[in-house]
C-alpha cells in the first residue's frame, strides 16, 4: 500500500531515507530549511556523496515520487507518516543537541490538524522522545490524536543506501498498536524479506541505538589497545583481530585496528551516553566510555609522535604527505576525522602538510593544503600517513612513489598496505600495533 510519508532533515540519513522510502513506493516529500539544498535535490542531485544515492534521487525525483520543499505546509496534514530524521550534535559539554528537533517540531506541530504519526530517527538520549511527544501535544490542535514513535537509525556512511533498502533490523519503539500497524506498512518491502523486527517502548528504542554505537565504539577502542601492547610485546595485532574474529560470539567486524574511529556518530553519541549515564548516576557506564575515548584519543597523538619520530624528531619545515581526509573510506565526511586530528597535531608541531583525499573536500584550513592527487601530496615528502583505507591506496605502486619522495618512509594508520611489497621497493613501512615493522 502506497503511502504518503514526509521526511524532514535532509543529511546522510534524511536524502537516503527519503530516497529508499520513494523505492519502498510510497509517495515522498522531504523538508529542509536550506533553499539550495531542496533546489539540488529537487534536480536529482545529492548534495553529499553517498554509494547509489544520486541514482535513487534521480529516478524517483523524474518520475515525481519524490520531491523536496521548504515549506512544512506541504507536508503537514498531507503525510500519513512523518519522519524526524535531523542533527543531535554535541554541546560544549557533550551532551546531545536537540534545537534541531525542537525547531523542526515548532514548525509542524502547529500545522498538525488530524491524526498522524511521527516517527523519531535521530539518535537521542533515553527520555528524549516521551518529551518530544509532550511538546508535540501542547502545540498541535490535533493534541493527543498526535502520537509519536521512535524507529532508530543503524545506516552507515558509505553503505546508507543498501542499509537503508536491506536493513539488518528494525527496532520499533511504539506506544499503540496502530503505531506498530502503520509502520509494518512503511516498512512492507523489508518485511516480505524477513527482516527481523524489535517492538519495545519508547525508552528502549533510544538505548538500543546509543548501546549498539558505543558497544561497536568499544570493540574497537579494545583492539587498539591491544594494539599498543602488541607494540611493546611484539604481536602483531591484525593476526590476533582474526583470530578473536573467528569466535561467532566476537566477530570480526569493528575490530579493524589502526587510528580509530571518527564521523558525526561514534564520537558524539557515546559522549552523550556518557552525559546521560552520568546525570542518571550510573557511573560505572561513564566511567567504560571514558576509557573508550581515552584509547581512541591515544591513537591520533600516537600516530603523529611516531611520525615525529621518524623525520627524526623535529617536524619542524619537513613536508608530511597524508593520504586521507575523510573520516572512513567510502564517504566525502570529515567530521572528527582522524586523519585531520593527525595533521593538524604535525601542522601544529611546524611540519608542512599536504592532504588528499578521492572525495572529502576541506573547508579553507588554516596551515594545511589540500591537493589533488597522491604525487602531489607525496612529491619531495619527507615522510607519507596512510591515515584513510581508500582502497585505491592499497594499489598505490611503491615504486613508482620512491622516485617522488625524500625519503621512503610511510606510516600505515589503517594496517591495510601490503608490508612485503612496500619492502621489496625499499620502502621503510611502519604499521602501528606490528612491532616487527617498528
Ligand atoms: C556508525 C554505525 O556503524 C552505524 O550503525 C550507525 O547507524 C551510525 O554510526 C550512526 O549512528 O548514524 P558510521 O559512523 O557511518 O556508522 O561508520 P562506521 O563504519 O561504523 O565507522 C565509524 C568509525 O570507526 C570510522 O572512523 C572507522 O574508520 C572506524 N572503524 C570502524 C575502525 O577504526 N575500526 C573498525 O573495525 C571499524
Same mark, same amino acid.
Given at each position: 500500500m502506497t503511502l504518503r510519508i514526509s521526511v524532514i532533515g535532509t543529511s546522510y540519513l534524511g536524502s537516503t531515507l527519503a530516497a529508499g522510502m520513494a523505492e519502498f513506493g510510497h509517495q515522498v516529500i522531504g523538508v529542509d530549511i536550506v533553499p539550495e539544498v531542496v533546489k539540488q535535490l529537487n534536480a536529482g542531485q545529492p548534495h553529499i556523496f553517498e554509494n547509489g544515492l544520486e541514482q535513487l534521487l534521480e529516478q524517483h525525483t523524474a518520475t515525481g515520487r519524490l520531491r523536496f520543499t521548504l515549506d512544512y505546509d506541504d507536508i503537514a496534514d498531507w503525510a500519513d507518516v512523518h519522519f524526524l530524521a535531523l542533527g543531535t550534535p554535541a554541546r560544549a559539554d557533550g551532551?546531545?543537541?536537540?534545537?534541531?528537533?525542537?525547531?523542526? !517540531?515548532?514548525?509542524?506541530?502547529?500545522?498538525?490538524?488530524?491524526?498522524?504519526?511521527?516517527?523519531?530517527?535521530?539518535?537521542?538520549?533515553?527520555g528524549t522522545a516521551i518529551d518530544l511527544q509532550q511538546r508535540i501535544r501542547a502545540l498541535a490542535p490535533a493534541g493527543d490524536a498526535v502520537e509519536l514513535a521512535w524507529q532508530p537509525e543503524f545506516l552507515r556512511e558509505s553503505m546508507a543506501v543498501t542499509d537503508t533498502l536491506r536493513p539488518d533490523r528494525l527496532v520499533f519503539g511504539v506506544q499503540s498498536d496502530q503505531a506498530l500497524r502503520l509502520l %509494518?506498512?512503511?516498512?512492507?518491502?523489508?518485511?516480505?524479506? %524477513? +527482516?527481523?523486527?524489535?517492538?519495545?517502548?519508547?525508552?528502549?528504542?533510544?538505548? !538500543?541505538?546509543?548501546?549498539?554505537? +558505543?558497544?561497536?565504539?568499544?570493540?574497537?577502542?579494545?583492539?587498539?589497545?591491544?594494539?599498543?601492547?602488541?607494540?611493546?610485546?611484539?604481536?602483531?595485532?591484525?593476526?590476533?583481530?582474526?583470530?578473536?574474529?573467528?569466535?561467532?560470539?566476537?566477530?570480526?567486524?569493528?575490530?579493524?585496528?589502526?587510528?580509530?574511529?571518527?564521523?558525526?556518530?561514534?564520537?558524539?553519541?557515546?559522549?552523550?551516553?556518557?552525559v546521560r549515564a552520568d546525570?542518571?548516576?550510573?557511573?560505572?557506564?561513564?566511567?567504560?566510555?571514558?576509557?573508550?575515548?581515552?584509547?581512541?584519543?591515544?591513537?591520533?597523538?600516537?600516530?603523529?609522535?611516531?611520525?615525529i619520530d621518524q623525520v627524526g624528531g623535529d617536524a619542524t619545515g619537513k613536508k608530511v604527505a597524508v593520504l586521507g581526509a575523510a573520516f572512513k573510506p567510502g564517504t566525502d565526511d570529515t567530521r572528527n576525522s582522524p586523519a585531520l586530528t593527525v595533521a593538524d597535531h604535525l601542522h601544529d608541531r611546524g611540519a608542512i602538510v599536504e592532504v588528499y583525499d578521492?572525495?572529502?573536500?576541506?573547508?579553507?584550513?588554516?596551515?594545511? +593544503?589540500?591537493?589533488?592527487?597522491?604525487?602531489?601530496?607525496?612529491?619531495?615528502?619527507? !615522510?607519507?600517513?596512510?591515515?584513510?583505507?581508500?582502497?585505491?591506496?592499497?594499489?598505490?605502486?611503491? %615504486?613508482?612513489?620512491?622516485?617522488?619522495?625524500?625519503?621512503?618512509?610511510?606510516?600505515?594508520?589503517?594496517?591495510?598496505?601490503?608490508?612485503?611489497?612496500?619492502? %621489496?621497493?625499499?620502502?621503510?613501512?611502519?604499521?602501528?600495533?606490528r612491532a616487527s615493522t617498528l
Open positions: 551532551s546531545a543537541d536537540l534545537s534541531q528537533l525542537h525547531a523542526a !517540531i515548532g514548525s509542524l506541530a502547529p500545522k498538525l490538524t488530524r491524526p498522524t504519526l511521527i516517527v523519531g530517527r535521530s539518535t537521542v538520549p533515553v %509494518e506498512q512503511v516498512y512492507a518491502i523489508p518485511l516480505t524479506e %524477513e +527482516t527481523p523486527v524489535i517492538t519495545c517502548d519508547l525508552a528502549t528504542a533510544e538505548l !538500543i541505538k546509543q548501546a549498539a554505537n +558505543t558497544f561497536l565504539a568499544t570493540k574497537i577502542s579494545f583492539i587498539n589497545a591491544m594494539a599498543q601492547l602488541c607494540q611493546v610485546a611484539g604481536g602483531d595485532v591484525t593476526v590476533l583481530a582474526d583470530a578473536l574474529g573467528l569466535d561467532k560470539r566476537i566477530g570480526r567486524e569493528h575490530l579493524s585496528p589502526g587510528l580509530g574511529f571518527g564521523g558525526g556518530c561514534f564520537p558524539k553519541d557515546i559522549r552523550a551516553l556518557a546525570e542518571l548516576g550510573v557511573d560505572v557506564l561513564s566511567d567504560l566510555i571514558k576509557s573508550v575515548e581515552a584509547i581512541n584519543d591515544t591513537q591520533r597523538v600516537e600516530l603523529a609522535e611516531l611520525a578521492p572525495q572529502a573536500h576541506l573547508a579553507q584550513r588554516d596551515g594545511f +593544503t589540500q591537493v589533488g592527487s597522491v604525487a602531489e601530496a607525496v612529491r619531495n615528502a619527507d !615522510i607519507v600517513l596512510h591515515l584513510t583505507e581508500w582502497p585505491e591506496f592499497r594499489y598505490l605502486d611503491p %615504486e613508482q612513489l620512491g622516485t617522488l619522495v625524500n625519503n621512503k618512509i610511510i606510516i600505515d594508520g589503517r594496517l591495510k598496505l601490503h608490508a612485503p611489497t612496500w619492502h %621489496e621497493a625499499g620502502w621503510k613501512l611502519v604499521q602501528i600495533g
